[in-house]
């Protein structure tokens, strides 16, 4: 696959998974015609059979706090699950942890490919991929396992947050203004049921709470293949 074709793949992943509906990737752009008109711009490096960096700008972020559950939703936790999206188009690899903040130099560099992204009126936002460096080229076989590996051995050390996970509810506002001490809150899983154990907010793993030494743990009692974790 080309390179033009991996970012349109990429661009479109993205955008099919973004909180928001009716949005649908317009067409490219000139990099650096984009990032001065963001309200917000998220970013997070890829390594994996390829390496390359990713970047949103947004025009307008105010669909975060709906779609993460309030004011307090941080803008790089709703837009893990479009990036982690967009990333397989790259085949297998891991995503760093997001970033809020500046991302000119990604938006301003002629080999970053940058896509607008449109809700049919105004520009929602635009998403700019770029390949640092290429585990395998276009025409030539994929990349052996070796060498994914010894990319791979490049974040070995990136220490990344695991949570374990009881349960979830919905509530609306006034619910959750209402809350007090020694209110109970009834959650979507029943006694007994497995845990979901998340790395990075995406499910990997079941398992079992346990006490170890007054402390909380929890058992590993099925680990997830990528077909059964979530998107």
Known sequence: MSNLALHAAAADRLVASLPVPGLAVTGRVEPG???AHAAVSVSATFVGAFTA?????????GF?????????ARTTAVLRPSFERAAEALQGGV????????????????????????DGGAPFGWFAVRIQDQGMRAGT???????IAGRLGRIHDVEMALTVEIGRT???????????PGKVIE???STGAPVDVLLNGRKIALGEVVVVDQ????????ILDVAEAPR
């Open 64 to 72: 975060v706090a709906e779609a993460g559950g309030g004011p307090e």
């Open 187 to 189: 959650l979507d899983r």
């Open 141 to 147: 076989a994929p990349a052996d396992e070796a060498s």
């Open 215 to 222: 402390d909380y743990g929890v058992r590993i009692t099925r």
């Open 170 to 180: 919905r509530m609306s506002v006034r619910e959750a203004l209402s809350m007090e």
């Open 95 to 118: 995503l760093s942890e997001l970033a809020e903040g500046d991302a000119w130099e990604l938006f301003s560099d002629p080999d970053t490919a940058v896509f607008e992204i449109s």
């Open 53 to 61: 960096d990713f970047a949103l700008a947004l025009a307008d972020a």
């Open 33 to 35: 015609a984009a990032a």
